[in-house]
């Protein structure tokens, strides 16, 4: 119904229609009901022969499985989704070609979005819809005995990205399309991803993500697009035409393999691309090494070469670790910058002047970073530019997005490391340095000298280790700052940070460089796509379905917040996707939850400043609060459903234990017959896009509890607020703007402010401690939970100052928290205004789409214009 309604609106309204269909079970068997299907569509066919019609819908998905799988008829939903993807990707390419083409034509500036992660999720939903063909190959899929659902449940996530890094670029991808903005995303064909979680006995095991092992349909391989990328090795100072040249000659060289992925805009003809490199040997198999017997030696080459895009950010605790993430980000960052160079050549020759007004380039974190010092190697050592010829054009053609101020993320390569692995940039890096600390000398000469020493000491690119005094680092943070033209953070409270502290001492010299893009998400995938009942309510509510691309237009709903028939209609379709939730935690845990509780969601990835700790902490004391109370008690009590999801990396041992002691307390809670019918908390393991386009429309409240200043954005919140989701949070973060946009007094917050946090760690150890936080401490060191001796440093890392100090300070927040869930219980009781809260919370969501943030990054960053094919 949601489909038909959602299809007759957007017929209204003149747009492609805006969500899958949802089809009917089908009585007859599938064999029988896909030789009909086919019968009939080829009699359909037979009678255009010759015409301009194509190949109908269940004749070409019935092909693609005949000649390319060498199936025939009584097909699973895996088959059926083949077929169809197959078909699908025809039309893709179709498009991909004639937006390449007139791209061709017109030469525009072209922005490209370097990034280690692109957690792209499932494809053929999102592709089917931006293409505007759901209902033809809905209904395709319907007259042969198949779900579009269903069928497409059966494609495996893409394991190209692990968390919101990735995921906003997927985002910006699409957005980027949809306004026609010429552009691309490079990146890693990772053949194994990050890990699959999986539970063992309550503890985190990771297995091999072999998400490619029955190919991937919605890729091309260009045997035509390949680079070489070198590693380690010697560099040396000739003379050529009287010239002095600098020549590094690599130790070990990859090719890098070039995979297209297109990426459809909505509503538009432009398809983009995202572009990733897979690491290939120069040689494929030495036979002289194995003809003499060694086997191993024979295939060392292809070994060495598979790593680099095997797993994406493999364990950098090892000095073995940390040389091969090093390789990783050079060995994508360099064959990109080859590539753009490449193609630059082909229309303009060696004209680099005008490279910044043909291409620009954003960095997406540090882990690109280390094309500052590549693209001047391209241009000098290469191209043959002049030094400071060449430093003009690098500075204008890149630009840094900050993402975090957590210390690991703000990379730092031991120079020694870098040396080996990349000599030559290893030199180019002491170059830019010390041209930037001798013009820093001469910009801070009214300083005396001890203090301008320290100043410039402060800001060099390369500096001392502090916790090694031995040891010399290079700051990538640092590096791209002095490199690039612009450089941002993602949300106002984290763009405060970088230019207050982060990156200060740069901010005061160059304040125009800094700017503010706050993050933002899809609305096609993240409301239209998978929530397509609550898109067919507010479609048909708005009167037109141009919310899509214009978020803006939610605010009409507010109109109807507090309406009591349009709160009914609004509760309907939250409940089926609560029933829809409940049916994936009885398919992974075999327990029935409680429909009408509250569905309270933590889904992000496992780390000590997103403060999952506290949210357990937080269950445990309502768990023994329950305990106490009476049955007639109980029953006025709040009953919840607690879902928490994400990975821990394997090396963070500290994220582990929180995993396992979620799953130890959801044991005992579970299980409890006092409690069960009101309290449940799972964890649902390898959480990834699809398990969250499953969650997030069912969630009713969720969990942003970070450290105030620790989060540089989120987007997850966004996701939830757009899905109609209540939020509780800290001031952190987009928190805070999300809070503007939907009325701070419908948001539970609590919790210190970012501006008082230095202080209070200061100040921690003198901290007097809730009665209530030491009763979970004892609770949990007793062995209340099992695992006692594995959970002793969760336990000592927020409560033994001699051990932990809290740095992310769960027990100040701790009461307020409390304090907050009490609030939200009161509210949940009010259904009618708890429903008026979440309707203004999908009213009040129009800013955080992906199309505002890559419009602003368009104007004011990249100056990239749009341009359009012809349909």
Known sequence: MAYRQLQQSNRVAGAPTASRQIAPRVATGRRALHVAAVAEAEKTAATTRGGAASVPAPVDIANKLRYLFGRNGDYTNADAYHGTAWSVREKLIDSFNKTHEHWRKEDPKFIYYLSAEFLMGRSLTNTVYNLGLQGEYADALNQMGYEMEKVADAERDAALGNGGLGRLAACFLDSMATLDLPGWGYGIRYKYGMFKQALKNGYQIEQPDIWLTSGNPWEVRRDDVKFEVGFGGRVERRKVNGKE???????????????????????????????????????????????????????????????????LYPNDSTPEGKELRLKQQYFFVCASLQDVLSRFKAVHGTAFESLPDKACFQLNDTHPTIAVAELMRLLVDVEGLDWDQAWTITTKCLNYTNHTVMPEALEKWPVKVMAKMLPRHMEIIEVINEGWTRWLAGHLGDLKSEERAKRIAAMSI???????????????????????????????????????????????????????????????????????????????????????????????????????????????????????????????????????????????????????????????WRYKQLKKMSPEERRKA??????????????????????????????????????????????????????????????????????????????????????????????????????????????????????????????????????????????????????????????????????????????????????????????????????????????????????????????????????????
Not at 504 to 523: A, C, E, L, M, R
Not at 720 to 736: P, R, S, V
Not at 805 to 818: H, P, T, V
């Open 245 to 311: 040249v600098t020549v590094w000659t690599p130790s070990e060289k990859v090719i890098a393999q070039a995979y297209d992925n297109p990426i459809p805009g909505f509503d538009t003809p432009t398809t983009s691309n995202l572009r990733l490199w897979d690491a290939m040997p120069l040689t494929e198999f030495d036979l002289g090494a194995f003809n003499a017997g060694d086997y191993d030696r024979a295939m060392l080459d292809r070994e060495r070469a598979e790593a680099i895009s095997a797993v």
């Open 462 to 620: 390369i500096h001392e280790n502090p916790w090694n005094k031995e040891e010399m680092l290079v700051n990538m943070a640092y590096l791209a700052v002095v490199g690039s033209s612009a450089v941002n953070g993602v949300a106002a409270i984290h763009s405060n940070i970088v230019k207050d502290e982060i990156l200060n001492d740069f901010y005061q010299i160059f304040p125009s460089k800094f700017q503010n893009k706050t993050n933002g998400v899809t609305p096609r995938r993240w409301l239209a796509w998978c929530n397509p009942e609550l898109a067919a309510l507010i479609t048909d509510t708005l009167g037109t379905s141009e919310w899509i691309n214009d978020t803006e237009k939610l605010a009409g709903l507010r109109a109807y917040a507090s309406d009591k028939s349009f709160q009914a209609k609004w509760s309907a379709v939250k409940k089926a996707k609560k029933a829809k939730l409940a049916a994936l935690i009885k398919k992974i845990h075999g327990d029935d939850v409680n429909q009408e509780a509250l569905f309270d969601i933590q889904i992000k990835r496992i780390h000590e400043y997103k403060r999952q700790y506290l949210n357990v902490l937080s269950i445990i």
């Open 638 to 871: 709040v009953p919840r459903v607690c879902v928490i999801g994400g990975k821990a990396a394997s090396a963070y041992d500290m994220a582990k234990r929180i995993i396992r002691l979620v799953t130890a307390v959801g044991d005992v809670i579970n299980r409890d017959p006092d409690t069960k019918d009101l309290l449940r908390l799972y964890f649902l393991p390898d959480y990834n896009v699809s398990l969250a386009e499953t969650i997030i429309p069912a969630a009713e409240l969720s969990q942003h509890i970070s450290t105030a200043g620790t989060e540089a954005s989120g987007t997850s919140n966004m996701k939830f607020q757009m899905n109609g989701c209540l939020i509780i949070g800290t001031w952190d973060g987009a928190n805070i703007e999300i809070a503007e946009e939907t009325g701070v007094d419908n948001v539970f917050v609590f919790g210190v402010r970012a501006e008082e946090i230095n202080q209070l760690r200061k100040e921690r150890k003198n901290f007097k401690t809730d009665p209530r936080w030491d009763e979970l401490m004892r609770d949990i060191e007793g062995g209340m939970f099992g695992d006692k001796d594995y959970f002793k440093p969760l336990v000592d890392s927020v409560n033994n100052m001699k051990v932990g100090n809290d740095w992310f300070l769960l027990a100040n927040d701790f009461a307020a928290y409390l304090e907050a869930q009490e609030e939200v219980d009161a509210c949940y009781k009010d259904q009618a205004e708890w429903l008026r809260r979440s309707i203004m919370y999908t009213a009040g969501s129009g800013k955080f789409s992906s199309d505002r943030t890559i419009r602003e990054y368009a104007e004011d960053i990249w100056h990239v214009k749009p341009s359009r094919p012809s349909a």
